[in-house]
């Protein structure tokens, strides 16, 4: 038997840029967690340690710092686009480069100061070919976290001998979002399509009824897919983020009742719940979610 | 020689406690971490493992989910306020309770739905002795993440042979805020108190100049103070979350400059300022800041 | 245009699994987070919320902790496999199961007593078809930090405008190694096959010279297939925990040096290193990596 | 009225300082994250910013690293010391530093080459003034998980119309310990001094019967005290770890029984016991424990 190399690819996770626009009193913020990574023909590197062919993460991150001011950050999917180019074009043995970027949102104080929102992240995961065709961005958000004080019901479930949960017409429904949708063509208005697809998930979960987490999920990617013709799929990872209702039967306290007013939040374990929608006439995704963590 | 038990303390930490309050179809939502605990006379549990004095941490635990609903949470302070003092009355052989609060905000999507805010937490801190000297509230804020673009200095520092920092007339500043400031009554209007203190510290943030964060803190906790006549003093932690300014000297690329524009955040070390800013004729701040964890 | 719902799968994440065996006044303990999910038809459940073929997320998690006594865990591989053939056979409308388990590691105190041992985390994922070819088991380990403090160069890359990194002959390597191999077979003695892939990892991390991480992995992975016939591949995801030489040179101290003695050790960011390798006549994966987390 | 500054700190923490000694082909590795902090007469830095009497804290991480070398660290107790003075000599207006020093261990693989143990973390806090009665050393550990899977009761409690728990004479007792010890001497063997109170906390809690974590807490102390003729006192910090006993009543599986052999592994709350354990002619404390985190 022999060993051979498999799938492989290196960069730099986790740059941690900052691009302050300072042309005017009125200072602009974008904050920025940039993952680069090359895919290739790199070989040489793992089987004998020759580094010839390999662009070192150090200069990848350069790079990324670099572009923050050589091309700007108008949207990050344009920033990554740019990057991503940027690396494929100087490294000669990759085949493809994919740019990762989370965005942290500002809230704006004054003309030059700022508070950090929380909140939702804005996502994208870039991949860039040596042809248009091997282009590809997803956008997307994590960390929405999601409740429903009512409108959630969880019954009519399979069971067997170990169920012991007990149907409900009223619980609290609440997740912590992790969306990507996928983009059919790169000369998109990347701000506003976010934007957009942001809003339908937040509009949609708030006016459904829910019979289950499945459900919501669906009718939310079915929102997003319906705004806007040019996206292809949205993936969805959602845990269940349980609120159990607090049972008050044992306590010795006179008419100290629970209709569904007081819940304990539980950490672990959580039910995780995980979907694709795809429009039917989509175009196959190639390599647009090779290697992206979580849910494909 | 002999060994004998000092200080000690018990409690529940944790609790988190979701409160949904649906007496019409536009629903509350109040979600807490809350954690209690009690100290006194319980020398008995550590010398022979005698519990007869002591109230369990579950029975704790119960307590704060009930005291959800038999008070309600019309503020943390408030509902703190009670819980202690129920926790003291049930517990013979305490001598205090101290309830500590921190409160996620949510923003509303609809009657019953809605999305976590993220960013800063309110919190607070209250102590329940058996007489009403011995009751303290410390109101707080953390995760309060705040930045400066511009109008901020470093310079004319002590300098020493292991000193290589160049000295700067503009730098970002910023920090990841945890104040909290203590009250001399309890008959507070404490989402008012809360509301005035926070805004105080954005506006004094955004507003002035700082020659070091020393000095920013000070103006803020004076700022706290001034509005506020009941207060005695503020406390500060305050990381300063390091942002260095990229270097593109060595970048071979015509015309790359960085006045002020890129930067890369930093995680690890942190410059670590707290300060204490008091009222001159405070009254003397007893067990308040007892065993209250960080800064004192 | 319409949508149609694409991969799909639920169950329940994160089971603090911990399972005591008492059989004699020497008790062992295993110490579990276990995380389930099921695919296959579920289209129901996301269309119309019609919940008649989905096992709940609950039951599943019931189903974890029953199995820990009724199959008992001679080892996470072992468990795993009879646990999801348990939660397929209960659910009709499954296709798979998967089940994927981390293992924490206990060092004995005595007979009945003991201290966790932290370190490296053993971890496995299982997928259980519905016919024996759809059966797969990837064991793995995680959170084993590895350091050399010498036998480590980087040097001979290749260079681009944005390059500025130095040469190196002599530097620190250091990772956090997550690792997957991929079983042919499903009758092997896991517990003795992971104490066997793990040395290999560990030995040829120890005796090699790295001329990159790519090198090193490369030679960690061949070694762990090379001493099992039975395993087809193995992946690695690893991190460049970089330690920076501390420059001394801007000290006004006498004799100052820094030989590759004093490190600053970086968290972000890092580079990232992802590889496989393969026998040459391993069979084909099916869906053993599907849904893995991380690098595929 | 008028404000105060009252007391303040600054310094720089989580300085993650790694030493190899190479002296010879065996290396050896010293792997720490330093925190350092002054105190003293600061007030301008506050007021006006005046910076000229602030050793910068850049500064104060220079001296972390360079004394990594120049004093060495043959403990982290001796290594915080000379650096504690070393900054209080560099800083007129100082009148006292302190130095954290958490540890991280690694298990020797090779002449170079090493794998992170893991576990619990050795530390320090080391505090220096300006006359030796000033200089207080406290050191300790944390991360400390310790489990009992038998031999531990929690019954007899005190209860009232919220209580719920069951008595039981046989449960799980874990925890993740902190534990600080203070010394009354600086010319102390630190290695051999730790070495000898790790292993009386460890053997106690093997070896007692626990009727409560308060009891086995003040046993662990004294052994600790009883060892040490120098040390002056102990503190704790033990959340109980709470382990369920996993009901399996309901379930429709005969013979299905839980004789304390299957339990779920809870987060959140958890009971939090913090204790103080000291020698009845022990010496005051003066500073040692002053804006130390955590229960003091």
């Known amino acids: 038997m022999a060993t051979v190399l498999g799938a492989n690819q290196y960069g730099k996770a986790e740059n941690r840029v900052v691009r302050i626009v300072r042309d005017t009193p009125r200072h602009e913020i974008r904050d920025l967690n940039v993952s680069t990574s090359l895919r290739g023909e790199f070989t040489a590197a793992h089987a004998t340690g020759d580094q010839s062919q390999v662009l070192p993460t150090d200069t990848q991150k350069n790079t990324a710092f670099a572009y923050a001011k050589l091309h700007g950050i108008s949207s990050i999917e344009d920033y990554a686009l740019a990057l991503g180019r940027r690396l494929l074009k100087a490294t000669p043995a990759a085949t493809a480069a994919q740019v990762r970027v989370e965005e942290y949102a500002w809230d704006r104080l004054g003309q030059h100061a700022f508070s950090r929102r929380g909140g939702d992240v804005r996502t994208c995961v870039v991949t860039v070919g040596r042809d248009e065709d091997g282009t590809h961005v997803l956008s997307g958000l994590q960390d929405l976290v999601l409740l429903k004080s009512t409108d959630s019901e969880f019954k009519g479930f399979l069971k067997d001998e170990f169920t012991t949960l007990a149907e409900t017409d009223d619980r609290i429904l609440a997740t912590s979002l992790i969306a990507k949708w996928r983009h059919t063509r790169t000369d998109v208005d990347w701000n506003a399509s976010y934007a957009d697809a942001r809003e339908c998930l937040l509009s949609t979960f708030a006016t459904s009824y829910s019979r289950a987490l499945q459900e919501t999920l669906h009718l939310m990617g079915s929102a997003v897919l319906g705004g806007q013709q040019e996206l292809a799929e949205i993936r969805f990872s959602a845990p269940n ?36 929608v795809s429009r039917d006439d989509a175009p196959p995704p190639g390599d647009a979610w090779l290697h992206v963590p979580g849910f494909v």
């Open 241 to 276: 983020k349980h609120h159990f209702l607090v049972d008050f039967n044992g306590f010795d306290a006179d008419g100290l009742t629970n209709d569904g007013e007081v819940f304990i939040a539980a950490d672990r374990p959580y039910g995780l719940i995980e979907a694709q």
